[in-house]
T-cell receptor, first 111, second 115 residues
């Protein structure tokens, strides 16, 4: 079982739709959590950190559920420009520092 | 502006050849990382460094080596290229490992094909 698991998708949604991605992690020692965005044939870039209390950045909302070991990303009012792959990222410290990337969820927003 | 660059951007080589991929960052970050990205696997860590003369193995380090002689550069060497090493390689850097927020900044990637 992978340490970080995501639904690979693709999610195909119309403009204006709300879409949610989930990510589960297996290691309870995981300490910090992020969502990265990766456009086709480009490098990953940080979209947002995920805090225990949940956090929002414009149309994007991230949630963390430590008890169930999952994080989520909600995108409201989807735009064509949101089409990308969204990577769930988990940092853990168990004897050393380790960052684990999920394989990503592909999103296609269509007009 | 600070940045992280990789060269070459595309490389085709033959099985058995030694290949070196360059990574250069001007963020003055102590931490640098090499990943490979393959369909279905996401980003997998090859090697990483927390500072000059420090190197550590990641989860897929076999067949790869790195050296860190200065803050700015972390070249990745494939000792004897194999077809299984055909992949997209990303270099990244980050400021600190202690803080809970340690954004990694990625280079544009190198697409390597081993024939």
């Amino acid at each position: 079982r992978k340490e970080v698991e995501q639904d690979p998708g693709p999610f195909n949604v119309p403009e204006g739709a709300t879409v949610a991605f989930n990510c589960t992690y297996s290691n309870s020692a995981s300490q910090s959590f992020f969502w990265y965005r990766q456009d086709c044939r480009k490098e990953p870039k940080l979209l947002m950190s995920v805090y225990s209390s949940g956090n929002e950045d414009g149309r994007f909302t991230a949630q963390l559920n430590r008890a169930s070991q999952y994080i989520s990303l909600l995108i409201r009012d989807s735009k064509l420009s949101d089409s990308a792959t969204y990577l769930c990222v988990v940092n853990k410290r168990t004897g050393g520092f380790k960052t684990i990337f999920g394989a990503g969820t592909r999103l296609f927003v269509k007009a | 502006d600070a940045e992280i660059t990789q060269s070459p951007r595309h490389k085709i080589t033959e099985t058995g050849r030694q290949v070196t991929l360059a990574c250069h960052q001007t963020w003055n970050h102590n931490n640098m990382f090499w990943y490979r990205q393959d369909l279905g696997h996401g980003l997998r860590l090859i090697h990483y460094s927390y500072g000059v003369h420090d190197t550590n193995k990641g989860e897929v380090s076999d067949g790869y080596s790195v050296s860190r002689s200065n803050t700015e550069d972390l070249p990745l060497t494939l000792e004897s290229a194999a077809s299984s090493q055909t992949s997209v390689y990303f270099c990244a850097s980050s400021e600190t490992v202690a803080a809970s927020y340690n954004e990694q900044f990625f280079g544009p990637g190198t697409r390597l094909t081993v024939l």
